[in-house]
């Protein structure tokens, strides 16, 4: 047989669908060295492969194939009666149920959210949150499924759970913090298992969870492009060619550091944040005697600030699923704050229209500047900075760290922890 070529750059979760196809498969693929992502895919060559430029494509005796899943697929069959396939009717249309859902309702939504996070598309509040509940539900409805199961299908592992594991594979890696994933334990769970797989890890090597969601980048003006900029030699006088070369080499420079964030130049203080959520996070009895009481004499007045946030169209959460979520997501867009806040969310009441209330603990005297620039949830509270002097302002700070029950008279639906 000829050999099976593969177009795609690595590291790349599509090509990797391919490449722990092949590996469970016993599948021999060249993948194309040099290609250059831009170059290689605009040539006409590869169009006549894939008209619309995308990788991996994998080309074979019979003609190409393109589209990841497709090509999985393709390199499957290439084995006869390859487990990856299953081993009955029913269990290969369970595998195909599982590579639709990872496709339209995980890697769908990471990707939306993903896109602009990574300055590839536009931002938009409303996407964002559409994304990012939209795929909670899916990780819902993956959890409860993985409760009692290892694998997707049957007891070993199929083509669903490799194309499963690529695709939440640039979620965990990118996007989906430990305090995201920690509300998913058995797709944790299923997903660690998988990537240490030898023959996945073969491919992915280590593969590390991303600390933080990466704020949403500024809108930047575009840089000249290097023609208009050769123009303008051609055109401008011969006296003066130096200075558009140097414009020229300066736009390609790295970028320089970035500066400090302010945060990190106060004046250090006597609390150690970290010590706090320990405590916080360990203590499971005589919580007043112990995390409460250990709050008030860690807190530094003067290096930390306490925060009532109110949310101002509490009218509107009239669907609870909706309001928990509304309050998910602000919390995960607060992951750029992670080294200088812990924060309480209380979700109140035993029937809408439901109130969300919250209590934050934040570096320095006032809330951070950075902040409030590019978390846009900021602005849907009303934030009341804590007089500590006041024995009832003190005491709500207690209850709302307790999640106390009943709240201000009413049920609690829900409390989370920003930590």
Same mark, same amino acid.
């Given at each position: ?62 003609? =190409?194939?393109? $589209?990841?899943? @497709? %090509? +999985?697929?393709?390199?499957?069959? #290439?084995?006869?009666? *390859?487990?990856? !396939?299953? &081993? ?36 938009? =509040?409303?996407? $964002?949150?559409? @994304? %990012? +509940?939209?795929?909670?539900?899916? #990780?819902?409805?993956? *959890?409860?499924? !993985?409760? &009692? ?271």
């Amino acid at each position: 047989m000829a050999p099976l070529i593969l177009y795609g750059a690595v590291p790349n979760k599509n090509v990797f669908k391919v490449l722990i196809a092949a590996e469970y498969s016993g599948v021999e693929i060249e993948v194309v060295k040099n290609f250059e992502w831009g170059v290689t895919n605009k040539n006409p060559e590869f169009l006549k492969m894939n008209p619309i430029g995308k990788i991996p494509v994998l080309v074979t005796p019979d003609g =190409p194939v393109f $589209e990841s899943n @497709a %090509i +999985a697929r393709y390199v499957a069959r #290439l084995k006869e009666g *390859n487990p990856l !396939l299953g &081993s009955s009717l029913i269990e290969y249309g369970h595998i195909e149920q599982w590579i639709d859902f990872s496709s339209l309702e995980v890697d769908s939504n990471l990707l939306r959210w993903f896109y602009p996070r990574f300055g590839y598309a536009p931002f938009a =509040p409303q996407v $964002e949150e559409a @994304a %990012i +509940a939209g795929l909670k539900r899916a #990780l819902t409805a993956l *959890n409860s499924y !993985l409760a &009692s199961k290892t694998y997707l299908v049957g007891h070993c592992v199929t083509l669903a759970d490799i194309i499963m594991t690529c695709n939440l594979s640039i979620g965990f890696s990118r996007l989906l913090t430990k305090s995201f994933t920690e509300e998913f334990p058995h797709v944790e769970r299923y997903f660690w298992t998988m990537v240490n797989q030898p023959n996945v890890a073969k491919l992915f090597g280590e593969v590390k969870q991303t600390d933080s969601v990466p704020p949403i980048p500024s809108a930047s003006v575009p840089a000249q492009p290097k023609e208009a900029e050769k123009a303008k030699e051609k055109s401008g006088p011969k006296n003066e060619s130096s200075k558009p070369k140097a414009e020229v080499l300066e736009q390609d420079e790295a970028p320089k550091p970035k500066t400090k964030n302010p945060l990190d130049l106060l004046p250090p203080s006597t609390m150690i944040l970290d010590e706090w959520k320990r405590l916080y996070s360990n203590t499971k009895t005589n919580f007043r005697e112990v995390a409460i009481k250990g709050f008030w004499e860690m807190y530094d007045p003067e290096g930390y600030s306490l925060w009532f946030c109110n949310y101002k169209y509490n009218d509107e959460n009239t669907v609870s699923f909706v309001t928990l979520n509304k309050v998910g997501g602000f919390l995960q867009r607060m992951d750029l704050a992670r080294k200088y806040a812990f924060g309480k969310m209380l979700i109140i009441g035993s029937e809408a229209p439901f109130k969300v209330k919250g209590l934050w603990l934040f570096r320095g005297p006032e809330i951070p500047q950075f902040i409030m620039d590019e978390c846009y949830d900021m602005e849907l509270y009303e934030w009341t900075k804590v007089d500590i002097a006041d024995e009832n302002q003190k005491e709500r700070v207690n209850q709302m760290i307790e999640d106390q029950e009943p709240f201000e008279g009413e049920a609690l639906l829900d409390a989370k922890c920003f930590k």
